[in-house]
């Protein structure tokens, strides 16, 4: 059975940087897009990145265009998300996942697998 487990966050203050990881278990990683998302809470899983399976090709949302970067590393299956400048409107729970498809996607309905998400908290 195919697992995504994820690792890294934590706690850091305003300005600072934060890498989080995301390894895909039980199987090679497919040809699939990988992405995060991450939640406020009360509110909806907002797209954060994306990253198709050669990684030629990455997609971010508005908020953290510029500051955080995806990259994937399909030797050792793993997705990262490298987030820095972070400020305290980054503060958030943090889900990797696997897309349906091979083409970039930013709804939370267009990926099937999910990561069990890990507290990013930034201080001011």
């Known amino acids: 059975q195919v697992q995504l487990v994820q690792s890294g966050g934590g706690l850091v203050q305003a300005g600072g940087s934060l890498r989080l990881s995301c390894a895909v278990s039980?199987?090679?990683?497919?040809?699939?897009?990988m992405g995060w998302f991450r939640q406020f809470p009360g509110k909806e899983r907002d797209f954060v990145a994306g990253?198709?399976?050669?990684?030629?090709?990455?997609a971010y949302g508005d908020a953290v265009k510029g500051r955080f970067t995806i990259s994937r590393d399909n030797a050792k299956n793993t997705v990262y998300l490298q987030m820095n400048s972070l400020t305290p409107e980054d503060t958030a729970v943090y889900y990797c996942?696997?897309?349906?498809?091979?083409?970039?996607?930013?709804?939370?309905?267009?990926?099937?697998?999910w990561g069990q998400g890990t507290q990013v908290t930034v201080s001011s």
């Open positions: 039980g199987r090679p990683v497919s040809a699939k897009v």
């Open positions: 990253i198709t399976w050669n990684g030629a090709i990455t």
């Open positions: 996942a696997r897309a349906k498809y091979i083409t970039l996607a930013r709804l939370p309905n267009d990926y099937e697998l």
